[in-house]
Each structure stands twice: as structure tokens, then as C-alpha cells.
């Protein structure tokens, strides 16, 4: 196989991958929870683990300055062999400005609140997933995700 021939082939995976992605967050779209409540929880069985942690990803939260409300709904992929916990923390600062109880796959939190409201602005901070086995409760894999947090 050609080096062209190679990278063509990478480009189609990408677009085959990017086009799933779509499709899967338009199908989760139409089934969010109505506002304060989590998703249905859902018993997940081996067919269903996938061989990693989805990790979805939030490029930009924005919260009300006099509430603290961040219009987001954090989620747990359906089918994650984990919990989740999730942390929102302020890059400059280092200061944890919100932190999730852990949660089932299959759930999440929508409209959480900030446990400390920052001044009206926009802030370069990043989401902390801490991970834990369903079956054992031990640390698994967690990741850092970029984000831009706007209070308004």
C-alpha cells in the first residue's frame, strides 16, 4: 500500500468515525431528561461495555452569574464499565468551581449548579473525570478535557 493510498484511508476512517459521532449525538439529543432530573438508569450487561471509556467532551459551558446554573447536561455514555465524577475547574486559578457526585452510565446531570460563582466573564478551565469500576469500585482511567466556561 502507497503512502496516498495510506493516507486515504486514514481520511475515510476519520469521516466514517466523525459521521458516528454525529448520529450518536443527535440520537441522545432526543432522549435528554426534563430539567432537574437524571436519565432512566439503565442495567448494562458484557455486550454492551466498550473496550474504553467514552468520554464525551463539552468545548463550551455557560452558567448564570446570579444562579450559578450551567446549561449543560453532563452525561454518562450508556455503556461505560465505569461511574463518573465530574470536576470543573478553573485553569488560572486552580480553584474547583464544580464537582459532580459519581453517577451511573446510562444518567447524568442536566442544569448543574456551580458551587462557587465566578465573577461574569470567560474563563479557560477544564472537566476532570474521575472513574470508578462498577463491579469494584476501583480508579480506572479518568481524563482532562479543555473547556471555556462563560458566566453571564
Known amino acids: 500500500m502507497s503512502k496516498k493510498d495510506r493516507i486515504i484511508a486514514v481520511l475515510v476512517l476519520l469521516l466514517v468515525m466523525l459521521s458516528g459521532y454525529i448520529i450518536w449525538q443527535n440520537d441522545r439529543n432526543g432522549d435528554e431528561p426534563q430539567s432537574g432530573q437524571t436519565a432512566a438508569e439503565d442495567t448494562c450487561t458484557e455486550e454492551d461495555i466498550p473496550d474504553g471509556i467514552q468520554i464525551p467532551g463539552y468545548p463550551q459551558l455557560t452558567a448564570d ?88
Open 65 to 152: 452569574h446570579e444562579s450559578g446554573v450551567i446549561q449543560v447536561y453532563f452525561e454518562n455514555p450508556k455503556g461505560n464499565p465505569c461511574y463518573f465524577q465530574i470536576d470543573l475547574i478553573l485553569e488560572e486559578t486552580g480553584e474547583t468551581v464544580y464537582q459532580s457526585e459519581m453517577f451511573k452510565p446510562g444518567t447524568g446531570i442536566e442544569t448543574p449548579k456551580l458551587d462557587t460563582i465566578p465573577a461574569p466573564g470567560v474563563y479557560k478551565a477544564t472537566i476532570v473525570y474521575t472513574t470508578q469500576s462498577l463491579s469494584d469500585n476501583t480508579a480506572m482511567n479518568g481524563a482532562v478535557i479543555q473547556t471555556k466556561l462563560t458566566v453571564q
